[in-house]
């Protein structure tokens, strides 16, 4: 499973974008459209670096183990 919360993205925010580990790029896209419509303001830079996090999240995987 892979699992992206909004507040781990710095937003004080209870959204969360879940997928199978084959979906890591869906949940990215998931987050994305969340991110643009629930969170207005961003700028491109900081979309930039959100995704750059979502990547290493994504990565790292979610730590329970059940990868
Ligand atoms: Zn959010």
Redesign the pocket.
């Known amino acids: 499973m892979k699992i992206i919360k909004?507040r781990d993205l710095g937003?004080n925010?209870d959204?969360i974008a879940i997928g199978s580990a084959a979906e890591a790029d869906s949940v990215i896209q998931k987050m994305l459209v969340?991110?643009k419509e629930?969170?207005e303001g961003l700028s491109d830079e900081d979309l930039a670096d959100i995704k750059a996090r979502m990547s290493v999240l994504l990565s790292r995987g979610c730590g329970c183990g059940a990868l």
């Open positions: 909004c937003f925010c959204f969340h991110i629930a969170h």
